[in-house]
């Protein structure tokens, strides 16, 4: 079972039922912490839930009495938190007013509203965002790549000569590659692949990925190309679409 909490006014999630007690005794979560799973008519305070067996200290009387009703919930389309009379409800999730117009909009469209869960990519939808981006940055390094391989076939003297450039452009791609998927992950959670597919890489526990974390996905994506592509093709058989990559930084990546 996936469950989700509120950390810092915002939205946090999904821990798995093994997780949430490595939380609560870790003080991330609290007796007041607001947590949800899908199921639940509401978020309720975590002293009201039981997980994994565990359950902590009921909170003193100036909390309020336990069992008492919570008055505040988590908006399913900013992820703030706010008071459960200025928002309106729509199943299990509740809306903000600042949020209402889209979130209705979306409703009159037919489109995909959050629901607070995380929808998790597919391997067929991932694919296609990786082809996106290698057109995308092949472009730049296929014709002068193409030239060396022609002149090399139609002069035999030039392929020597021509050897330091062709090593020195699959370099410079390597380090353009690098930087690409670097700065746009860090900074947007998506490379332009993933925009287009409507896919953004988000952590674990749903936040947002730092650059630290994209540094190092980027190199443990070389390891499942490495094993014969096999670190991709995991994606089709995880229960949450991870590659092995995804396993190694503990990253989703989601539709938005």
């Not at 929808?119 to 014709?143: E, N, P, Q, S, T």
């Amino acid at each position: 079972m996936n469950w989700y909490y509120v950390d810092a006014g915002q939205q946090a999630g999904p821990v798995t039922d093994a997780q949430l007690p490595e939380l609560v005794q870790a003080g991330k979560i609290t007796s007041d912490t607001m947590v949800w799973h899908e199921g639940m008519a509401n978020w309720q305070p975590y002293r009201e839930v039981q997980a994994g067996g565990l359950r902590i200290a009921a909170p003193s009387a100036s909390a309020g009495a336990a069992g008492a009703m919570p008055t505040e919930a988590v908006c399913a389309e900013c992820g703030g938190v706010f008071n459960k009379q200025e928002m309106i409800r729509y199943g299990t999730v509740h809306v903000c007013a600042a949020c209402k117009p889209v979130f209705m909009q979306k409703l009159a469209e037919g489109a995909r509203v959050n629901t607070g869960t995380l929808h998790y990519a597919g391997f067929w939808i991932r694919f296609a965002a990786k082809f996106v981006d290698g057109l995308i940055l092949g472009i730049f390094f296929m014709v002068p790549l193409f030239w060396i391989g022609f002149k090399s076939a139609s002069d035999p003297t030039a392929a020597e000569r021509l050897m330091g450039l062709q090593i020195g452009i699959q370099l410079l791609y390597f380090v353009a590659n690098a930087a690409y998927n670097i700065f746009f992950i860090g900074k947007y959670g998506a490379t332009p692949g993933k925009m287009a597919c409507k896919l953004v890489v988000v952590t674990g526990e749903g936040s947002r990925v730092s650059y630290g974390r994209a540094t190092g996905r980027f190199f443990a994506e070389m390891l499942s190309g490495l094993i014969c592509y096999i670190g991709y093709i995991m994606v089709a058989f995880d229960s949450q679409k991870r590659a092995l990559h995804d396993h190694i930084c503990n990253t989703r990546v989601v539709y938005k």
